[in-house]
């Protein structure tokens, strides 16, 4: 039976090659304006908008009917959402997809609450689609996820946290430990899939050595990468160079940040999604 994969937008991916798939934007709102988070979304223009913006600004999951559509006509569906530890994303879905389930007995939805998000999700997305592609039926490639995910991680190097803190998904006081120019805190997805802080770094150089160590001792031996920039190509072309000199073996692939995570890593974060212990 054929599966298709679905996933939110926080993903970073629009599109698979080989697999049906769809990706479910969020909204971000700025100046009372919404932004879809998809395709046509220019995300420069949006990041120079909110810059300007005075006002609060926020962001919203995708709604049921958004959930439904991109399910579609599939018998099958694999289903991806951003951690429930910051979204109410996978309680969107989740919901859907016992609408879809009962609207259309014979059908399935699995969700999967990644506690995660971009690069990290990437790469559940891409060994999903790699598994499916071989022919796997359904359940096995579900358990063969569970198992994936608990060896995949997601670090950061991020250059403030404001539309965290203002949006009540960290705490003030986390808040509190960037803001100041040149400083950047590198962190990472806890496993209750919050955002889980580990060093405070001052300029790209430190911040670069702490997600080096970090990652080798999340037990990154040279296997797949992902790496996600808002508008900082350098950094992190600069540490896709610094991962390659030290695992000439590993496999790496650049991105961008779509709307949702360029909202909350803002200009200059960078994200790393890799293969660990
Ligand atoms: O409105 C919503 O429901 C969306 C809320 C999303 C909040 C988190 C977005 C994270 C984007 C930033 C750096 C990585 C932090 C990872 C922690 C799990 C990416």
């Given at each position: 039976?054929?599966?298709k994969?679905?996933?939110?937008?926080?993903?970073?991916v629009?599109?698979?090659e080989?697999?049906?798939?769809?990706?479910?934007?969020?909204?971000?709102?700025i100046?009372?304006k919404?932004?879809?988070d998809?395709?046509?979304?220019?995300?420069?223009?949006?990041?120079?908008?909110?810059?300007?913006?005075?006002?609060?600004?926020?962001?919203a999951?995708?709604g049921?009917?958004r959930?439904?559509?991109?399910f579609?006509d599939?018998?099958?569906?694999l289903?991806?959402t951003?951690?429930?530890?910051?979204?109410?994303?996978?309680?969107?879905?989740?919901?859907?997809?016992?609408?879809?389930?009962?609207?259309n007995?014979?059908k399935?939805?699995?969700?999967?609450d990644?506690?995660?998000?971009?690069?990290?999700?990437e790469?559940?997305?891409?060994?999903?689609?790699?598994?499916?592609?071989?022919?796997m039926e359904?359940?096995?490639?579900?358990?063969r996820?569970?198992t994936?995910?608990?060896?995949?991680?997601?670090?950061?190097?991020?250059?403030s946290?404001?539309?965290?803190?203002?949006?009540?998904?960290?705490s003030?006081a986390?808040?509190?430990?960037?803001?100041l120019l040149?400083i950047?805190i590198?962190?990472?997805?806890?496993e209750?899939?919050t955002?889980?802080?580990m060093?405070?770094?001052r300029?790209?150089?430190k911040a670069?050595?702490?997600?080096?160590?970090?990652?080798?001792?999340?037990?990154f031996?040279g296997g797949l990468?992902?790496?996600?920039?808002?508008?900082?190509?350098?950094f992190?072309n600069?540490?896709r160079?610094?991962?390659l000199?030290?695992?000439?073996n590993?496999?790496?692939?650049?991105?961008?940040?779509?709307?949702?995570?360029?909202?909350y890593?803002e200009?200059?974060?960078?994200?790393?999604?890799?293969?660990?212990?």
């Amino acid at each position: 039976m054929k599966i298709k994969i679905v996933a939110d937008s926080s993903a970073d991916v629009l599109s698979l090659e080989g697999v049906d798939y769809a990706s479910v934007p969020l909204t971000i709102s700025i100046a009372g304006k919404d932004y879809v988070d998809d395709e046509t979304l220019d995300v420069k223009d949006m990041l120079s908008r909110l810059a300007a913006c005075k006002e609060k600004t926020s962001t919203a999951c995708p709604g049921t009917q958004r959930w439904l559509s991109a399910f579609g006509d599939a018998d099958r569906v694999l289903c991806f959402t951003i951690t429930s530890g910051l979204s109410g994303t996978y309680n969107a879905a989740s919901i859907a997809a016992r609408e879809f389930e009962e609207k259309n007995p014979g059908k399935k939805v699995h969700v999967v609450d990644t506690l995660t998000t971009g690069p990290e999700m990437e790469l559940l997305i891409e060994k999903a689609a790699r598994l499916i592609r071989s022919g796997m039926e359904f359940e096995d490639v579900i358990k063969r996820i569970d198992t994936y995910r608990k060896c995949t991680y997601l670090l950061f190097s991020l250059q403030s946290l404001h539309n965290f803190v203002i949006n009540g998904r960290i705490s003030p006081a986390v808040g509190a430990l960037v803001g100041l120019l040149g400083i950047r805190i590198v962190g990472r997805a806890s496993e209750e899939g919050t955002l889980q802080p580990m060093a405070k770094c001052r300029g790209d150089k430190k911040a670069l050595q702490s997600i080096l160590s970090n990652l080798k001792e999340m037990g990154f031996r040279g296997g797949l990468v992902r790496i996600h920039h808002c508008c900082n190509e350098v950094f992190a072309n600069t540490l896709r160079d610094a991962i390659l000199s030290l695992f000439p073996n590993a496999d790496i692939k650049m991105g961008r940040t779509l709307g949702l995570c360029s909202y909350y890593a803002e200009t200059g974060g960078v994200l790393v999604g890799f293969e660990g212990a």
